[in-house]
T-cell receptor, first 114, second 115 residues
Framework: GNSVTQMEGPVTLSEEAFLTINCTYT??????LFWYVQYPGEGLQLLLK?????DKGSNKGFEATYRKETTSFHLEKGSVQVSDSAVYFC?????????????FGQGTELSVKP | DSGVTQTPKHLITATGQRVTLRCSPR?????VYWYQQSLDQGLQFLIQ???????AKGNILERFSAQQFPDLHSELNLSSLELGDSALYFC??????????????FGSGTRLTVV
């Protein structure tokens, strides 16, 4: 079945450092890919998405490119801030399988120090 | 405020008891999804409803059940509770059946503690 694998955390960075969180997926169809962010004590918020191969999603300085050849959707940000500290979830949704429900990776905790 | 409302925010109950978690989807959204988030299992999909009908089932235990009412709010019923049921329960909603073009909007969750 479909699945998502993320790099394990926690990831600890200094402010203004470059961020990469790796995400790879397994899917039988043509999924859409998402990054969600969860701040402490809150629900998940959609950060960005890409619906087809080679699409780049971007938001708030974060970017991720849908790479079908490597089945990856790595999250990047050029310069992180303390306020980016949160848990980041990669997810996929395949509308032609499993009702389009979101399947999540295990989450990667990011801690940014001043 | 995401527009998805979950109540209660916190719930503490004893083993063997039954609880009901409530979710009101964002205005205009027809689909409701329930997820369980625990430290060891991560985010697990439980069940999906679309316009009152069950559409997909995930790793939902037989002790758990859900329904979506005509006004589109949904309730998740957890019975014969065990310590291992302690988790955050999230509800999410979107406009259609698939999430591709609409995304999902999550509520802030209900934290269930079983003692």
């Amino acid at each position: 079945g479909n699945s998502v694998t993320q790099m394990e955390g926690p990831v600890t960075l200094s402010e203004e450092a470059f961020l990469t969180i790796n995400c790879t997926y397994t899917a039988t169809g043509y999924p859409s890919l998402f990054w969600y962010v969860q701040y402490p004590g809150e629900g998940l918020q959609l950060l960005l998405k890409a619906t087809k191969a080679d699409d780049k999603g971007s938001n708030k300085g974060f970017e991720a490119t849908y790479r079908k050849e490597t089945t990856s959707f790595h999250l990047e940000k050029g310069s992180v801030q303390v306020s980016d500290s949160a848990v980041y979830f990669c997810a996929l949704s395949d509308p032609y399988n499993q009702g389009g429900k979101l399947i999540f990776g295990q989450g990667t905790e990011l801690s940014v120090k001043p | 405020d995401s527009g998805v409302t979950q109540t209660p925010k916190h719930l503490i109950t004893a083993t063997g008891q039954r609880v009901t978690l409530r979710c009101s989807p964002r205005s205009g959204d027809l689909s409701v999804y329930w997820y369980q988030q625990s430290l060891d299992q991560g985010l697990q999909f439980l069940i999906q409803y679309y316009n009152g009908e069950e559409r997909a089932k995930g790793n939902i235990l037989e002790r758990f059940s859900a329904q979506q009412f005509p006004d589109l709010h949904s309730e998740l019923n957890l019975s014969s509770l065990e310590l291992g049921d302690s988790a955050l329960y999230f509800c999410a909603s979107n406009r259609g059946i698939g999430g591709t073009n609409y995304g999902y909007t999550f509520g802030s969750g209900t934290r269930l503690t079983v003692v």
